[in-house]
T-cell receptor, first 118, second 109 residues
Framework: GAVVSQHPSWVICKSGTSVKIECRSLDFQATTMFWYRQFPKQSLMLMAT?????????EQGVEKDKFLINHASLTLSTLTVTSAHPEDSSFYICSARDPAGGENGWQFFGPGTRLTVL | GQNIDQPTEMTATEGAIVQINCTYQTSGFNGLFWYQQHAGEAPTFLSY??LDGLEEKGRFSSFLSRSKGYSYLLLKELQMKDSASYLC??????????WGAGTKLIIKP
């Protein structure tokens, strides 16, 4: 089945620093990738939709200048949290859409990145 | 607006059967998905329904009624490892996934 990796799995950083999270589709080309954020005991919240070679589409309320998304290739999208603050501490999950679609859910999720900002 | 409703929390006994309901109102419909999410982990795909009826996969089954905007996930022979959150999601006319808030399932011995 399709595999999506995410790196790093967890990161602890000081307030004011920037953190980059990578999302890779390992065995398929993903024209579309999604970035989600999940706070404790809450559901997934879509932050942005990333299309290869074009600008990401951000959901309402998500600051595009703070959460920089780059989808430079068909297998890699990156999310950079700039000038991170403690309120940005969350579980960040990416998913990639398999163009083949089918009944396997269309979206395959990475394992997530736990960000803690001190 | 678009809306997905599912119970916040359910409790069941090991070995029993539990049904988690999901109702939806979305702009268009391209299928309904159920995902399982253990604490601290990413969601994992369980099932996909696009036509009315019941889809069975081992201990898990999922049902869909498009006319009623309703689905359920049925878990049989519950095991302790089934304790998790179960997320209902609908793909709308733009092929965007609309997520429910999830149902936390607690399994007791």
């Amino acid at each position: 089945g399709a595999v999506v990796s995410q790196h790093p799995s967890w990161v602890i950083c000081k307030s004011g620093t920037s953190v980059k999270i990578e999302c890779r589709s390992l065995d398929f080309q993903a024209t579309t990738m999604f970035w989600y954020r999940q706070f404790p005991k809450q559901s997934l919240m879509l932050m942005a939709t990333s299309n290869e070679g074009s600008k990401a589409t951000y959901e309402q309320g998500v600051e595009k200048d703070k959460f920089l998304i780059n989808h430079a290739s068909l297998t890699l999208s990156t999310l950079t949290v700039t000038s991170a603050h403690p309120e940005d501490s969350s579980f960040y999950i990416c998913s990639a859409r398999d163009p083949a679609g089918g009944e396997n859910g269309w979206q395959f999720f990475g394992p997530g990145t736990r960000l803690t900002v001190l | 607006g678009q809306n997905i409703d599912q119970p916040t929390e359910m409790t069941a006994t090991e070995g029993a059967i539990v049904q988690i309901n999901c109702t939806y109102q979305t702009s268009g419909f391209n299928g309904l998905f159920w995902y399982q999410q253990h604490a601290g982990e990413a969601p994992t795909f369980l099932s996909y329904n696009v036509l009315d009826g019941l889809e069975e996969k081992g201990r898990f089954s999922s049902f869909l009624s498009r006319s009623k905007g309703y689905s359920y996930l049925l878990l049989k022979e519950l095991q302790m490892k089934d304790s998790a959150s179960y997320l209902c999601a609908v793909m709308d006319s733009n092929y965007q996934l609309i997520w429910g808030a999830g149902t936390k399932l607690i399994i007791k011995p």
